[in-house]
Nanobody
Framework: QVQLVESGGGLGHAVGSLRLSCAAS????????MGWYRHTPGKQRELVGS???????DYADSVKVRFTISRDNAKNTVYLQMNSLKPEDTGVYYC??????????????WGQGTQVTVSS
C-alpha cells in the first residue's frame, strides 16, 4: 500500500520558519491531488494547502501568503514551507494523497503526522 512519511516538524518561533516534507513510497505522479492538513488543539482537522496534478494550489485563508506547498516529482516528495509562523499554527500536520483509479473511485492515503509547535 501507499505510505506517506512526514518530517520537518518541531519547535518553531513566532515569525520564524519551518519546512515540512512528505515522502511517498512511490511516484507522486499517480496522485491527482496532494495536500497538508492539520489538527490544532481545540479545533477540527482542516486543510492547510493542496496541490493538484496540474500544479494548481489552494490554501486556507489563515495561511495564505505565509505558507507555500510544492512538489518535487524526482524525489517523490511534497513540501510545505511555513513562514511567518504564529502560535496558532501549532498542531499535528498530516500529509494526504488522493488517487483516482477510475471515475467515481477515489482512495485517500495519510501519513502518520508530524508535530509542529510554535512558541510566542
Amino acid at each position: 500500500q501507499v505510505q506517506l512519511v512526514e518530517s520537518g516538524g518541531g519547535l518553531g518561533h513566532a515569525v520564524g520558519s519551518l519546512r515540512l516534507s512528505c515522502a511517498a513510497s512511490g511516484s507522486i505522479r499517480s496522485f491527482n491531488l496532494m495536500g497538508w492538513y492539520r489538527h490544532t488543539p481545540g479545533k477540527q482537522r482542516e486543510l492547510v494547502g493542496s496541490i493538484s496534478s496540474d500544479d494548481t494550489t489552494d490554501y486556507a485563508d489563515s495561511v495564505k501568503v505565509r505558507f507555500t506547498i510544492s512538489r518535487d516529482n524526482a524525489k517523490n516528495t511534497v513540501y510545505l514551507q511555513m513562514n511567518s509562523l504564529k502560535p496558532e499554527d501549532t498542531g499535528v500536520y498530516y500529509c494526504n494523497a488522493r488517487e483516482t483509479r477510475r471515475p467515481g473511485l477515489m482512495y485517500n492515503y495519510w501519513g502518520q503526522g508530524t508535530q509542529v509547535t510554535v512558541s510566542s
